[in-house]
Each structure stands twice: as structure tokens, then as C-alpha cells.
């Protein structure tokens, strides 16, 4: 007991420690300690194994990693997709597949874009625990008219998007998917 009473007499009286601390305060913007990563209509119409699909697409980013099965579930950055916040046009989804989990809710003809963000808890998605998920639909078409149809084993699909006048200020987008698998 005598030697632990030694070692704290050797000790300096916080009155006689001093430290000084200087620095400045920065804000660091979100976007440089996020992965943010954008696909495009074209990306996901050219996304090689994907077959169709918009989740498929995404299971090929960095950090995001696809379940072995045939379903389109995906992990970001170990974290389960029901971890991030996700929406169309703004609007919440809860569920982001059907079908058993072999197919997106996303038709990805009428996408104009898909955001992943994936980052623990990032501001521009309060209630994302692994980050966000957000799709972009198209307003109109890309030309005057725009349309598509596809017909495979796992469903058919198929939109139109049309202006309604010459100036391109009113315009009609319709679209509609089925899948073909039982459940």
C-alpha cells in the first residue's frame, strides 16, 4: 500500500497540467463518406446476367453482394436490403420483390435511374440502417414516342410513353408487368 501511495505523489497536481488543444471545425459533405452509385436506364438495359431485372443489376456494385439461389435478395455491405431505406419517386416501400423473391417490384423500362447509398445511417436517409435505395421513374419519353415489350420465362412487361402535344409539356407514360410464375 505504501508504494501505490508513492506513485500518485509522483504525479503532477492538475492545476500545474496544462494542455492546449487547438484545431478548427470543418463540415465534411455526406457524399464523400458514402458509396454513392448511379444506374442509368441504359446501365441497367446493358447489365450483362442480370436478366432483366433491376436488383439483379444492383447484386454487381461494389459493397453489394447477391444471394447464391435464384432469388434477387442482396446484401450492402452485410447488411440485409430490408436495412435500407428504399423508394420510388419519393414514395416509401416496404417490400421490393415478389414472386417468391425471384423478381423485383421494379419495371425496369420505365426507370429513368436507381441511386444506391450505402453507408451506416446516411442524413439524406434518416431510416435507412445500411442507406438508401432510391428509383426514379421516367416523366416522358426519351423521343416522341417510347415504348417496349418483352416477353420471357419469368414474366412480360411491357410500357408506352407518348407526348401529348407538339411542345412536349403534357405526355402519357403507362406501363405494366405480370409475372408468369406460380406462387
Not at 30 to 41: D, F, I, N, Q
Not at 74 to 82: G, L
Not at 112 to 133: D, I, K, R
Not at 172 to 183: E, N
Request: hydrophobic share 40%.
Amino acid at each position: 500500500a505504501a508504494d501505490a501511495h508513492e506513485a500518485t505523489d509522483a504525479l503532477p497536481s492538475p492545476a500545474a497540467l496544462r494542455i492546449t488543444i487547438e484545431g478548427s471545425r470543418t463540415r465534411s459533405p455526406l457524399t464523400g463518406l458514402s458509396s454513392t452509385t448511379v444506374l442509368t436506364r441504359r446501365d441497367l438495359e446493358v447489365s450483362s446476367g442480370a436478366f432483366d431485372d433491376t436488383l439483379r443489376a444492383l447484386q454487381a456494385l461494389p459493397g453489394v453482394s447477391g444471394d447464391t439461389a435464384s432469388r434477387v435478395t442482396f446484401y450492402v455491405r452485410s447488411a440485409p436490403a430490408h436495412e435500407l431505406q428504399i423508394e420510388i419517386d419519393g414514395i416509401p416501400l416496404r417490400r421490393i420483390t415478389h414472386s417468391g423473391e425471384i423478381a423485383s417490384v421494379f419495371q425496369r423500362d420505365l426507370l429513368h435511374s436507381v441511386t444506391l447509398e450505402a453507408a451506416g445511417m446516411p442524413v439524406s436517409f434518416p431510416q435507412g440502417l445500411a442507406g438508401g435505395l432510391v428509383a426514379n421513374y421516367i416523366d416522358g419519353p426519351q423521343d416522341r414516342f417510347d415504348g417496349s415489350v418483352d416477353l420471357s420465362m419469368l414474366a412480360t412487361s411491357g410500357h408506352v410513353a407518348v407526348d401529348l402535344d407538339k411542345a412536349g409539356k403534357h405526355s402519357l407514360v403507362a406501363g405494366a408487368r405480370q409475372s408468369l410464375l406460380p406462387l
